[in-house]
């Protein structure tokens, strides 16, 4: 887990493990130092495969190209910042996406 604060006169980093629960799905996770607790923080757990956007990706010539079903996992490098994920589908075809980050606080 990887983690700063917004802030750049104050920020900190920090890397540590996570034990993840035997079984998918989001679990809670608090970070405690010298200083105190942390707040809460969701992670998820699952069992798709997963991928990572790679830079530049904010336009749909340089998305960042997947293999269905995957989740796509971006970030936000700015307040104006696009993450484009290009795949393969065929006319007909119904697909589901399912967006996470405002459920999970984001």
Do not use: W
Not at 32 to 47: C, I, K, L, R
Not at 64 to 70: D, L, N, Q, S, W
Not at 88 to 93: F, I, L, N, T, V
Request: aromatic fraction near 6%.
């Amino acid at each position: 887990v990887f983690g700063y604060n917004l802030d750049p006169s104050g920020a900190t980093s920090i890397r540590t493990s996570v034990n993840l629960q035997s079984q998918p799905g989001v679990q809670e996770f608090r970070l405690t130092t010298g200083a105190g607790t942390s707040n809460p923080v969701p992670v998820v757990s699952g069992q798709a495969d997963e991928a990572s956007e790679v830079e530049p990706n904010e336009k749909v010539s340089n998305a960042t190209p997947v293999v269905v079903p995957i989740v796509a996992c971006g970030k936000f490098d700015s307040a104006t910042d696009v993450d484009a994920f290009r795949f393969q589908a065929q006319g007909g075809q119904r697909m589901v996406f399912q967006i996470q980050a405002s459920r999970l606080g984001s």
